[in-house]
């Protein structure tokens, strides 16, 4: 439970939740955005970013009014749109694994007919958003393969 006066920080205390009531004061705690977007680069080199990629003649007045959205710190919701302005490069939990984890893969010709659906819908998404002259999202168009997350897996422990 967090006391503000004013914008000051009064008190920061632990409660119980049934009873409401304080059980003990603390001095600090960390408190972590309440999104997972954290920026790599400044907005306005993101702005920039977006400006300079090639889209189509017909998208120019979508992006100009996205980048003033971005500038104006409402970025959240274009993240998936131009994720490769915002980042340089995308990551996966199979990425910060090292060799003191055992990865175990169950039913994994189910793994690879699910995987084989997703990347059909995504390719039927995608064409449906060209023929709406809609802008495709980076977050479709970067979308992993069943073989990368196999290679990926390659070099890790694994129980089937």
């Known amino acids: 439970r967090i006391e503000l006066w004013g914008d000051e ?3 920061i205390r632990y409660f119980n939740i ?9 001095e600090q705690i ?3 955005p309440a999104h997972e977007y954290i920026l790599e680069r400044p907005l306005n080199e993101v ?3 977006i400006q300079n990629s090639v889209y189509e003649a017909n998208k120019e007045q979508i992006i100009e009014k996205d980048i003033e959205e971005i ?8 993240v998936e749109r131009y994720f490769n302005s915002f980042y340089n490069s995308q ?11 055992i990865v175990f893969i169950d039913e994994q010709n ?8 997703i990347k059909d819908d995504t390719e039927r998404l995608i064409k449906a958003l060209i023929e709406k002259e809609k802008i495709v999202p980076d977050s479709l168009i970067n979308t992993d393969s069943i073989e990368y997350t196999r290679d990926t897996l390659k070099n890790k422990k694994l129980i089937y």
Do not use: H, M, W
């Open 71 to 78: 500038k104006n710190g409402n970025y959240l919701s274009k």
């Open 18 to 26: 049934v009873s409401q009531r304080s059980t003990s004061q603390i």
């Open 9 to 11: 920080v009064d008190s």
């Open 91 to 101: 990551e996966t939990i199979i990425d910060f694994l090292n060799n003191k984890y």
């Open 30 to 32: 960390e408190i972590y």
């Open 110 to 117: 189910k793994i690879e007919a699910r995987s084989l659906n």
């Open 47 to 49: 702005c920039n970013n």
